[in-house]
């Protein structure tokens, strides 16, 4: 089984900052791309920034230079600094990391997992 646990949402005033974090754990195999989506209020998922296994980095217009996404391999985990922070970045924030694990009859198996997801609101 594996599990991702996300940390370090909450209520922020606009032009402040957060850092999320999400650790991924359990029988994990490798961990290629992983990354940070966000769903705001009666809108759809959309990817804020995504880091693959080589650090490559792409991110959303919308956050350029505002967020930072880093990966720390050996933790199996990746963090998103967001600065200067907007009344339009309030959503729910979910990591998604693309993970294999070894099935049985050494199997691998690669899928993409979930966070359970994180309230970042930004409002004075």
Do not use: H
Not at 7 to 28: D, E, H, T, W, Y
Request: charged content about 20%.
């Amino acid at each position: 089984q594996v599990q991702l646990v996300e940390s370090g949402g909450g209520l922020v005033q606009p032009g402040g900052s957060l850092r999320l974090s999400c650790a991924a754990s359990g029988s994990i195999f490798g961990i290629d791309a992983m990354g940070w989506y966000r769903q705001p209020p009666g809108n759809q998922r959309e990817l804020v920034a995504r880091i693959t296994s080589d650090g490559s980095i792409n991110y959303a217009d919308s956050v350029k230079g505002r967020f930072t996404i880093s990966r720390d391999n050996a933790k199996n985990t990746v963090d998103l600094q967001m600065n200067s922070l907007k009344p339009e970045d309030t959503a729910v924030y979910y990591c998604n990391v693309k993970i294999t694990i070894i099935q049985p009859f050494g199997i691998r198996r690669e899928d993409n997992y979930w966070g359970q997801g994180t309230q970042v609101t930004v409002s004075s």
